[in-house]
Nanobody, 123 residues
């Protein structure tokens, strides 16, 4: 069973930065595409960023491009989300997601989820 554990959330002022981490115990982490999603109060969960299992391809929703960076360390079984230039509208619970993939391709339909970590950006 794949277990995903997020950390790094917190309260930050607008314009500040946070780095989220997601660690997993899965033995074949390098074969999992990874992603970050978020759910703001009253809204649906939305895709934020994704990374293929090699780390060679990263992709983002438009609202976070040039501010957020997703990366992974396959030796540490960890994926990161560096968030810079945070805005109040980035306030949400952020979820780590995973999906095993045969090929090194972009994935949006993840099937493993963490419990989430709260990010709050004050104005």
């Amino acid at each position: 069973q794949v277990q995903l554990v997020e950390s790094g959330g917190g309260l930050v002022q607008a314009g500040g930065s946070l780095r989220l981490s997601c660690s997993t115990s899965v033995l074949t982490f390098k074969n999992y595409a990874m992603g970050w999603f978020r759910r703001a109060p009253g809204l649906e969960r939305e895709f934020v960023a994704g990374i293929t299992w090699s780390g060679n391809i990263t992709y983002y929703t438009d609202s976070v491009k040039d501010r957020f960076t997703i990366s992974r360390d396959n030796a540490k079984n960890t994926v990161y989300l560096q968030m810079n230039g945070l805005k109040p509208e980035d306030t949400a619970v952020y979820y780590c997601a995973a999906r095993w993939t045969l090929l090194d391709t972009i994935v949006y339909d993840f099937d493993r989820w963490g419990q989430g970590t709260q990010v709050t950006v004050s104005s």
